[in-house]
C-alpha cells in the first residue's frame, strides 16, 4: 500500500513539474475568424432587433461576399446594398444565404459582382417591412476588394420559393418557365405585382415604377431571374433589369399526355406492359398521327448517339395512325389488353390506340423485339410523345417522362447526345438563356421512381389544353393491382392528371 501512494505521489509532482516547465510555444494558438456568414448572421435573429457586438457575432466583425443587388436598375428599396456569401456547411447543407444593408446612397456605388467586406459590428440586425436587413453601417465600414466576380444564380421553382422563403431571401435566383396568369392582354407592362406559374405554384413578380424596364410590354412566358424579397405580403421575385427575364418560345401543347404505366405484370413482361395517355382534344389518327417511343437502357454504359430514334434494343416505336379518341378519353398503347399481366382482367373495352406483340415483332420504323418494353429496374427509362410518324435524332416529344435508375444516357459532349426533351412541368429547354436540349442537361434530371413491384404507375398533375402548361406538375403514385382488377381502377382513382380548358 506504502509503495502504491508513494509511486501516485511521485506521478503527481513529475506531471506538476512538467506543467510548471512548459513553454508558451508549446501550446496550440486557435484565431476567431473576422467574418461571420450569412448562414450563421441569419440564426441570430429571434424577431426583435438585435444589436450585433462581439459576443453574438463570436469575436466575429466582417461579412464578406458578392453583391446581387444592382441600385441603376429602380428596381430595389432605395439604399438597399444586397450580398450573397456562403460556407462550409457539411452533409451537402446550401449554406447560400443573402442579406441587405440599409447603407443609403451608397448602395448605389456598387454593383453585381462586387466583392465587398462589410464591417457589421455595431450595427442592427431587424426586419423591416418583411425582409430582413442590417442597419447602421458605415460608409467606411464597406470596403469593396474585386470587381467582375461570378455569382451562384440557383434555379428554383415556386414551390420551393414559397415554402423556404427564408432560405432565398435577398439571393439571385431564376424561376424557370414562368407563366403569367391572367396572360397579359397587347399593350399591358411589367409594373406592378405579376402572378406567374411554373406548374409547381404560383409566385409575384413585382416591378416597381422607377423600374427602368417597367414601361416594356409584359413577356406572357419567360425565365425570371431576380432577387428574393421579402415583404408585408410574403415573398416576391424582384428582376434587377430586363435582361433578366429571358422571353421563351410558347409550348406547343400535346394532344396526348402520359398519365401511367405497367412495367411489372405479373407472370412474364413480354407483350403485357402497356402505357396510358389522356387526350387533350378530340384526335383522329389517320388524320393527325403520332408516335409513342420507350427507351429501355439496361446494363448500357453510352449515351444514345441519335437518341429516340436509336433502335435496336435501346429505343421502340409505336405508330399511331388509326383509331381516334375524344377529349379527357384514357388511351393506352401496349401488348395485350389485359390489365395485370396472364390470366387477369380483359381490358379490351378500353381505347387501344396500339397494340403490338412487341416480344416478337419489331418497332414500326426502329427497335428491336424485345421481351422487356418497359423497364422495372436497372438504369433510367422513358416514355415520349412525338407529332408525326417520322421520328429522327433532332425530333423534339410533344410530352416525355423519365423513371427508374441512373445510367450514362447524357454525354455533352462535343457533340451532345441523348435522348431531348421539351418543355414540360419536369423539364426546360432554355436555362440561363442557354438552350438544353436533352434529359441529363443542366437541371434536366427529373425522374420518376420505379414503382412497387407489380404495381401500377399512376402519374397525377393539372395541364392546361390550350397553353400546353402544366399548373400542377405530375407526381407518382403506385396502385396495386390484382388478377381481377376492374378498368376503373386504373382510370377513376383520386389523383388521376385532370385538363383545364
Sequence with gaps: MKKIILLFSALVVICGTWIGCKRDTDYIKVSVSPYISNFDLRKLFKGSDLQLNDDNLGGANFIKGIVVSNQASGNLPAGLLLVQNSRI??????????????????????????????????????????????????????????????????????GMLTSRPGFYESTLITISKGKMNPEPAQGDIYTGNKTIGDGFGTAIVHTETTATYSKQESIPFADYTGIAFST????????????????????????????????????????????????????????????????????ILAAPATG???????????????????KGQFCYVGGNKVIWGAGSTDIRSAVWIASKQYATLDGDGFGTAT??????????????????????????????IMYGGNGAVYSAGPPEVGYRITNTDKYSTIQNKKVVAFYGGGTNTNKFGFPNTSNFTMLGGVYNATTGIWSTGRTAINIVLTSTSPLSTIEQAVGFTTITN
Design 89 to 158: 456547411a457539411g452533409n451537402g447543407i446550401d449554406s447560400l444565404r443573402g442579406i441587405a444593408f440599409n447603407v443609403g446612397t451608397e448602395a448605389a456605388k456598387y454593383v453585381p459582382g462586387d466583392s465587398v467586406h462589410v464591417r457589421v459590428t455595431g450595427s442592427t440586425l431587424k426586419r423591416v417591412n418583411g425582409n430582413l436587413q442590417i442597419d447602421g453601417v458605415v460608409a467606411a465600414g464597406i470596403e469593396k476588394k474585386a470587381s467582375g466576380r461570378g455569382i451562384i444564380v440557383r434555379a428554383v421553382n415556386t
Design 232 to 299: 408585408a405580403t410574403g415573398i416576391q421575385l424582384w428582376p434587377r433589369t430586363t435582361d433578366d427575364i429571358f422571353a421563351l418560345p410558347e409550348i406547343k401543347p400535346s394532344a396526348l399526355i402520359i398519365t401511367g404505366y405497367l412495367t411489372d405484370p405479373t407472370s412474364t413482361d413480354a407483350n403485357y406492359e402497356y402505357i396510358q395517355f389522356k387526350a387533350t382534344r378530340d384526335i383522329d389518327f389517320a388524320a393527325t398521327p403520332f408516335s409513342i417511343v420507350v427507351c429501355n437502357n439496361a446494363g
Design 308 to 326: 429516340w430514334a436509336l433502335g435496336g434494343i435501346r429505343t421502340y416505336k409505336f405508330n399511331i395512325n388509326s383509331g381516334s379518341v375524344k
Design 371 to 400: 421481351t422487356n418494353l418497359l423497364a422495372n429496374s436497372g438504369n433510367v427509362a422513358g416514355v415520349a410523345v412525338f407529332d408525326g410518324l417520322n421520328v429522327t435524332g433532332t425530333s423534339v416529344p410533344l410530352d416525355v
